[in-house]
Nanobody, 126 residues
Framework: QVTLIESGGGVMQAGGSLRLSCAAS????????MGWFRQAPGKERELVAVIIWSAGSTYLADSVKGRFTISRDNAKNTVYLQMNSLKLEDTAVYYC???????????????????WGQGTQVTVSS
């Protein structure tokens, strides 16, 4: 029902910035809590950021707090992840996900989401 298309991934030197975008089609975008997850080689997929559908409140993992920002533009059916001061440890496949009218703590875990994007590679080099 909902298709999520990601863009903006690539290679960036440590200290640089990237902005990931995830465009949604189908459904009513404003009714979906949107999340960003990432999975590095050999590691479990982890929650990076969440923006709640109703109030727009956000959550950031401690590992990215102060460096990353999640935002959304409901008119464009798009959620963004602005990544600044990139570190080598940020290298991962980044996934966006959508959860229909769900809040915290349901959206703190992968199983709280209804739809997933294909993933986009972010590589941070030294």
């Amino acid at each position: 029902q909902v298709t999520l298309i990601e863009s903006g991934g690539g290679v960036m030197q440590a200290g640089g910035s990237l902005r990931l975008s995830c465009a949604a089609s189908g459904g009513t975008f404003s009714m979906y809590t949107m999340g960003w997850f990432r999975q590095a080689p050999g590691k479990e997929r982890e929650l990076v950021a969440v923006i709640i559908w109703s109030a727009g409140s956000t959550y950031l993992a401690d590992s990215v707090k102060g460096r990353f920002t999640i935002s959304r533009d409901n008119a464009k059916n798009t959620v963004y992840l602005q990544m600044n001061s990139l570190k080598l440890e940020d290298t991962a496949v980044y996934y966006c996900a959508a959860a229909l009218m769900r809040g915290w703590p349901t959206v703190a875990t992968m199983r709280g989401y209804d739809y997933w994007g294909q993933g986009t590679q972010v590589t941070v080099s030294s």
